[in-house]
């Protein structure tokens, strides 16, 4: 097999270089890398959540359902948020925590696909002594096609 694209999945790999809660600028677009999806990457994923459904890895198997060909979890914008975006990212500060999202569906991810992001902060409040921002992400396919979309919560590190 090969290896799939690398991205650094150690979150406290250059954490110095974050951006923290003064840097992040509602409004702002986050920078981000576009990010080729693989095969491999797909496989490395579904081993890591346990998912085992053939639709991921049989290509004979898939061409028979209604997406005619592999596709990709739709639970991979995980993967895909870290693979888009540069190591300073705020979204990937250690002490992170999630604190809800919600996302949308819309045309799967499929291999071969070159993932690209549009994120930004949209707002950013104390609340109880914890700071938190709510972020929105749009994950497109190379075709301009939207992939899934969704607004998070975070709490960021002090």
């Not at 650094?8 to 840097?23: I, M, Y």
């Not at 085992?52 to 990709?72: N, S, V, W």
């Not at 995980?78 to 990937?92: K, N, Q």
């Not at 809800?100 to 950013?124: F, H, M, T």
Request: aromatic content about 12%.
């Amino acid at each position: 097999m090969a290896e799939a694209q690398a991205f650094e999945t150690d979150f406290w790999k250059d954490a110095q270089s974050r951006k923290g809660w003064d840097e992040i600028v509602p409004g702002e677009p986050r920078r981000t890398i576009p990010y080729t999806l693989t095969h491999e990457a797909i496989a490395l994923y579904c081993r890591s959540v346990g998912e085992t459904h053939p639709l991921y890895f049989d290509e004979a198997y898939a061409k028979t359902t209604r997406y005619g060909g592999l596709i990709a979890p739709p639970s991979i914008h995980i993967m895909l948020m870290f693979a888009c975006t540069p190591a300073d990212d705020w979204m990937r500060s250690p002490g992170t925590v999630n604190a809800g999202q919600s996302w949308s569906y819309n045309v799967p991810a499929r291999p071969g696909d070159v993932i690209r992001l549009e994120a930004r902060a949209l707002d950013k409040f104390i609340k109880r002594e914890r700071l938190f921002v709510v972020h929105d992400n749009v994950f497109f396919n190379q075709a301009g096609e939207v992939i899934c979309s969704g607004r998070g919560w975070t709490i960021r590190p002090i």
